[in-house]
């Protein structure tokens, strides 16, 4: 059974900055692109951040520059390092893990999702 376990989340002052972790369990997890997406209330689900098998990555443009995806395959982990966070930054942030090797923005090409885990962003 496939897991992905969110963690890291909080609230933070705008400018401040937050480390995410995903963990995953019951999967290859090198064998699997993995992106984090965000869901603020009232909005739809949006693409944050994605990395490939072979750590190619690739940012919305809303983050770009603020945030960096990184993984580390030794402990089927994957990490996004949130700094100069923003107000509009605030939303519930998801881990989802794609079958494929390539990273893809689109969130119905992701196979496995986790629980979520909220930051909140005081300006």
């Known amino acids: 059974q496939v897991q992905l376990v969110e963690s890291g989340g909080g609230l933070v002052q705008a400018g401040g900055s937050l480390r995410l972790s995903c963990a995953a369990s019951g999967l290859t997890f090198s064998m699997y692109a993995m992106g984090w997406f965000r869901q603020a209330p009232g909005r739809e689900r949006e693409f944050v951040a994605a990395?490939?098998?072979?750590?190619?990555?690739y940012y919305a443009d809303s983050v770009k520059g603020r945030f960096t995806i990184s993984r580390d395959n030794a402990k089927n982990t994957v990490y996004l390092q949130m700094n100069s966070l923003k107000p509009e930054d605030t939303a519930v942030y998801y881990c989802?893990?794609?079958?494929?090797?390539?990273?893809?923005?689109?969130?119905?090409?992701?196979?496995?999702w986790g629980q979520g885990t909220p930051v909140t962003v005081s300006s």
């Open positions: 989802a893990a794609h079958s494929s090797r390539y990273y893809t923005s689109s969130p119905a090409q992701y196979d496995y």
């Open positions: 990395i490939a098998w072979n750590r190619v990555t």
